[in-house]
């Protein structure tokens, strides 16, 4: 019974984390990424309040630890803000799945956790979906490439046919023309290529927040749910504020009223709570717990497709597919 209750807990931390995703995508339209955070951080950080009398209990060997995760958090979320404010959400809710690989690695090598064959097989099937998804933009743009190579090919032969070896004003035209489709499919497909920079900060943040599952792992041994999350939410909200305060930012009135940054620290207080909890379990363990948290990439896709419209997302829901089941067959 307590095996299933923190599979349902994390399974439930998952799917939330994958609608936060797209409220973040809503919150970032109305406000830079800095405020979302600062807001966003502070309004949950409130949320904790209450718990406020236990947590003034946590021993006092476990304020710095817990200060390292605020500030893991605080690098992890900078980037990870970032990045899907300058990619398409289904995109970026795959490439969220890169934190599989750290986090299981982390599992085994600092806590020494065992994969059974089963998660074994959920972890090849988990990155052989996390693999096509990236394959899939190079296999675009090879199609683009051939697409425009044999659309000139055609506009040569036409001229030819119509003007033998020479070349006239109207042949320069239609080469130009057909520059212009693959310019244009270029374009059309933008979502499939963004700059490296923003893939890099999704990965990194990916890094750190399987540190930070990991330290969550760690300190749960010892402290309660409610006094970790209540004391990372402190250092963090301070961290942010921190950073206004040295870069001289300053915050829009707006950003108190932006809708989305409401419900998305009320998501996050609740998921997170299900997952400090879920670590309390003394059976759970990380590799399994990594893999079941993937299941927000359903959501993200399923918005990318419904919500903001973007395309190719039946390729990225096979994708999907296949990380499912590698997510299911782990947890037997």
Known sequence: MAFMIWILLVLFYGLAKGVRDVVKKKALTKNTVMEVLFVYTFLAFMMCIPEAGDAIHMPRNYYLPVLLKSVVIFLAWIFSFHALDHMPISIYGVLDLSRILFATMLGVIVL??????????????VLCGLFLLKLFPLLMRSMQKKRYEKFVKEVAEEEKRKYGKGRSEAGMEATESAEGVSSGESTETGEESMQLRFVVMAFLSCLLNAVSGLLDKIYMKEITSSQLQFWYMLFLTLLYGAFFLVTRTRIRKNVWTNGWIWLLSFLFAAADRALFIANSYSDS??????????????????????????????????CALVISAGIVIAAL
């Open 112 to 125: 020494h956790e065992v994969m059974s064959p089963s998660q074994v097989v959920g972890l090849m099937l």
């Open 285 to 318: 363990r990380v590799t399994v717990m990594t893999l079941i948290k993937q299941s927000s990439c359903l959501i993200t896709i399923a918005a990318g497709r419904f919500i903001f419209k973007e395309k190719n997302i039946g390729y990225k829901i096979i």
